[in-house]
C-alpha cells in the first residue's frame, strides 16, 4: 500500500510529498527500494532528477559492506530500466566487487543473492547465476565453520533464488535458477521444497520443446500455476497460443478479471508476428476462436478473426460468430458479418440459415457450414 502511494504521488508530479514521507524511513534498503519504484514512475524530467539524487544518496547509509553492495545493485537495476544503461552498469559492477569483499561468509551469501536477485531483474541471468553459485559456496563455507545461522539463511536464499525466476524470460536460464535452488534447499536437508522446484524444472523444459498437448493437461488437472509457468517458456511461435488456451480456460471458469489480459498479449504478440514475419498459425487461431464462440463469447472469436487470411478459417470462424449473434437475437450484426464471410457457398448457407427460411432446418441440428458439426 505504502508503495502504491508513493507511486501515485510520484506520477502526479507530487515528489515533495513523497520524499517528505520517506525522509521517516531509517532502513536504507527499504527507502532505495521505495525510491526505486519513485524513479520508475516519474513522468518530468526534473521530478526524475531530484529522486535520481535522493536513490543515489542512499548509499552513503550503507551500515556495513553487504549492505552497500545491495544498495549499489538497486540503483544500477533502476537505472537501467529507466533507460540510463551505462551509468546503470557502473553500478551493478561495483556491486558485484563490494558483495565478493564481505569477509564473513554468511554476510557475504546474502549480499551476493540481494546483488544477483537485482542482476535478475536488469537481465543479466548469467551474471545473477553466477553470484547465487558463490552464495551457496560461502553457505558451504559457513555451515562447515559451525554456524547456526547457515541452514535458515540457506532457505532463505533458495526462496529468493526461486522468486528470482519471476525476472527471467529464458527458459534454459529458469531451469539453472530453479536446479541452484533446489540443490540447496537438498544440502540443508528439505526434501520437500526441492522436489516442487524440480517439477517446475520439467515444466519449463515441456515448454522448451513447444508441448501445447501437456498444456491442455494441466488445463484439464485445474493446475492453473503450472500452466502459465509452461506457456511463459513456450517459443515465440506458440506463445500465443499458448495464452489463448490458458484465456479460454480462465473466462470457462468464470475469471475474466485473469483471462482478459492474457487474451490480449496473445492478441498483440499474435499481431506483431504476422507484421514481422508474414505468417502465424491460422489453423491454431481458427480452432481456438470456434472454442470461444461455442463458449458465449464470439465477440473474442471475430477479433482472433480479423489476424486469419486463409478464406476456408476465416469463413467457418465468421460464420460460427454470425449464428452465435443471431441466436442471441442480434439479428442485424449477424446479418452483417455473415455479408463478410470470403466463402460464397458459406455466406449463402449462413444468410439462409439466420435469414428465417432454414431456420426450421436449423432447429432439427442441420449443419452450420459444409463439413462443420451439427449445432
Known amino acids: 500500500m505504502i508503495v502504491e502511494s508513493l507511486v501515485e504521488y510520484a506520477r502526479r508530479g507530487r515528489v515533495d510529498v513523497a520524499l517528505k514521507y520517506l525522509r521517516e524511513e531509517e532502513d536504507p534498503i527499504i527507502k532505495a527500494e521505495l525510491l526505486s519504484e519513485m524513479l520508475k514512475s516519474v513522468e518530468r524530467i526534473e521530478d526524475y532528477l531530484v529522486v535520481k539524487r535522493e536513490l543515489i544518496k542512499t548509499v552513503d547509509y550503507a551500515n556495513d559492506r553487504k549492505e552497500r553492495a545491495i544498495l549499489l545493485s538497486i540503483i544500477g537495476e533502476t537505472l537501467i530500466s529507466t533507460g540510463e544503461e551505462t551509468e546503470g552498469v557502473k553500478f551493478l559492477k561495483e556491486a558485484i566487487k563490494t558483495a565478493q569483499r564481505v569477509p564473513i561468509p554468511l554476510w557475504r551469501a546474502e549480499a551476493l543473492t540481494g546483488v544477483g536477485i537485482n542482476l535478475a531483474k536488469a537481465g543479466f541471468y548469467e551474471d545473477a547465476y553466477d553470484l547465487f553459485t558463490k552464495a551457496f559456496e560461502a553457505l558451504i563455507i559457513a555451515r562447515e565453520s559451525g554456524t547456526k545461522e547457515a541452514i535458515p539463511l540457506a532457505s532463505r536464499i533458495a526462496r529468493s533464488i526461486v522468486g528470482a525466476v519471476d525476472f527471467v524470460d529464458d527458459g534454459h536460464w529458469a531451469i539453472l535458477f530453479f536446479r541452484l535452488a533446489a540443490e540447496i534447499y537438498d544440502f540443508i536437508g528439505l526434501r520437500f521444497p526441492a522436489t516442487l522446484i524440480r517439477a517446475k524444472e520439467r515444466i519449463i523444459e ?4 513447444g508441448d501445447l498437448v501437456y498444456l491442455r493437461r494441466l488445463l484439464a488437472e485445474d493446475r492453473i500455476d503450472d500452466a502459465i509457468l509452461l506457456t511463459r517458456y513456450l517459443p515465440l511461435e506458440y506463445r500465443p497460443l499458448g495464452l489463448l488456451e490458458v484465456a479460454f480456460w480462465l473466462y470457462s471458469t468464470d475469471h475474466p478479471e485473469l483471462a482478459k489480459p492474457l487474451f490480449d498479449e496473445a492478441y498483440e504478440t499474435l499481431r506483431r508476428i504476422k507484421s514481422e514475419k508474414g505468417t502465424i498459425n491460422e489453423l491454431g487461431i481458427s480452432s481456438i476462436a470456434i472454442d470461444f464462440v461455442k463458449l458465449g463469447k464470439p465477440e ?3 477479433k482472433l478473426a480479423g489476424l486469419i487470411d486463409r478464406e476456408d478459417f476465416l469463413s467457418e470462424v465468421l460464420s460460427r460468430v454470425a449464428v452465435a449473434h443471431y441466436r442471441s437475437g442480434d439479428e442485424f450484426l449477424a446479418r452483417a458479418i455473415a455479408h463478410n464471410i ?22 432439427q441440428g442441420l449443419p452450420v457450414v459444409s463439413g462443420g458439426e451439427k449445432r
Not at 206 to 209: G, L, P, S
Not at 346 to 362: D, S
Request: aromatic share 4%.
Open 206 to 209: 515441456r515448454a522448451i520443446d
Open 300 to 302: 473474442l472469436a471475430s
Open 342 to 363: 470470403p466463402d460464397e457457398s458459406i455466406k449463402r448457407k449462413t444468410l439462409q440459415l439466420i435469414g428465417g427460411e432454414a431456420h426450421v432446418g436449423y432447429e
